[in-house]
């Protein structure tokens, strides 16, 4: 097993826009004595409330949803391409009907306050701070942005803490 490394936010070396809408991510929360996981490819990391942040965004249908809205932390991980076809299968299937975790092979890690995956190369464990609905008397471009929805399943942003980042070594 390859071993983590702490380091600080500012030392994440890699390309946001890369990680988050290229590459994707897991948003993984706890559930009971496991976790369940999702694909994500929209969010940002930044500066707010003199803190690092994420910005997170999940729709209320996803089965995770649920389980991040009970939890005070999530992770956010990262991964080499060849995990494509296990964030595709997280991102399309639902922890309703499977276990996304035994389907795709993936090692969990818990500790005091999240789960993460053994598989990562990257993890930030977040911290929830704030959480809001979008709805559609807040867009103020509707041309760019209603498209992205089928009626009313607006996501909710959660702007949370990094409070650790891990870096496979």
């Known amino acids: 097993m390859k071993k983590f490394k702490e380091i600080s936010p500012s030392e994440i070396n890699k390309n946001t ?3 988050i809408g290229k590459d994707w991510m897991l948003v993984t929360a706890r559930k009971g004595g496991g976790c369940n996981t999702m694909t994500a490819s929209w969010g940002g990391l930044g ?9 997170t965004f999940i729709r209320p249908q ?13 992770t956010l991980s990262f991964y080499g391409e060849e995990y494509r076809n296990a964030l595709k299968f997280c991102g399309t299937k639902s922890g309703r009907q499977y276990d996304k975790v035994k389907e795709c092979g993936f090692t969990p890690v818990y500790d005091e306050t999240s789960v993460y995956f053994e598989e990562a190369e990257l993890v930030l464990v977040c911290k929830k701070l704030y959480g809001q609905g979008l709805n559609e008397e807040s867009i103020l471009n509707n041309e760019t942005v209603l498209p992205n929805y089928n009626g009313d399943d607006y996501h909710k942003m959660y702007v949370s803490e990094i409070v650790k980042v891990l870096k496979k070594q």
């Open 17 to 19: 826009f890369d990680l």
């Open 47 to 55: 500066i707010m409330w003199n803190k690092p942040v994420a910005f």
């Open 62 to 74: 996803r089965y995770t949803f649920g389980l991040i809205e009970n939890e005070d932390y999530f």
